[in-house]
């Protein structure tokens, strides 16, 4: 059985920086993508950030470009979400998510197959 355990979520002033982690197991993970969404309350769950386990490809959301860097450590089956400049507007709760046995990174909630519990980012302004 798949796990996705995210941490590093908290509280942080307008400008700073954050680095959430998300820790894989039951599955080694080697061709499969791996991303990043978020939900605001009263908003629908959008994409942030996404990477080819394989090959180490990345796609961001425009909102994020430049400001948030996505990774991945294989030995460790965990990957990463470095948030630097963050805005009040980045504010939501983050969630991991593995779409299994993919080459292309998608950006819609419903073509990912497991999902962590989320963990809480809010930025103060």
Same mark, same amino acid.
């Given at each position: &059985? ?5 941490? +590093? ?8 920086? !954050? ?7 039951? #599955?080694?993970?080697?061709? =499969? ?5 978020? &939900? ?8 942030? %950030? ?6 180490? #490809?990345?796609? *961001?959301?425009?909102?994020? /470009?430049?400001?948030?860097?996505? $990774?991945? =450590?294989?030995?460790? /089956?965990?990957? @990463? !979400? &470095?948030?630097?400049? !963050?805005?009040?507007?980045?504010? %939501?709760? @983050?969630?991991? %998510?593995? =779409? !299994?046995?993919?080459? *292309?990174?998608?950006?819609? $909630?419903?073509?990912?197959? *497991?999902?962590?519990? +989320?963990? &809480?980012?809010?930025? $103060?302004?």
């Amino acid at each position: &059985q798949v796990q996705l355990v995210e941490s +590093g979520g908290g509280l942080v002033q307008a400008g700073g920086s !954050l680095r959430l982690s998300c820790v894989a197991s039951g #599955r080694t993970f080697s061709r =499969d993508v791996m991303g990043w969404f978020r &939900q605001a309350p009263g908003k629908e769950r959008e994409f942030v %950030a996404g990477i080819s386990v394989s090959d180490g #490809r990345t796609k *961001y959301t425009t909102s994020v /470009n430049g400001r948030f860097t996505i $990774s991945r =450590d294989n030995a460790k /089956n965990t990957v @990463y !979400l &470095q948030m630097n400049s !963050l805005k009040p507007d980045d504010t %939501a709760v @983050y969630y991991c %998510a593995a =779409d !299994l046995d993919k080459n *292309y990174i998608f950006t819609i $909630s419903t073509y990912y197959d *497991y999902w962590g519990q +989320g963990t &809480q980012v809010t930025v $103060s302004s």
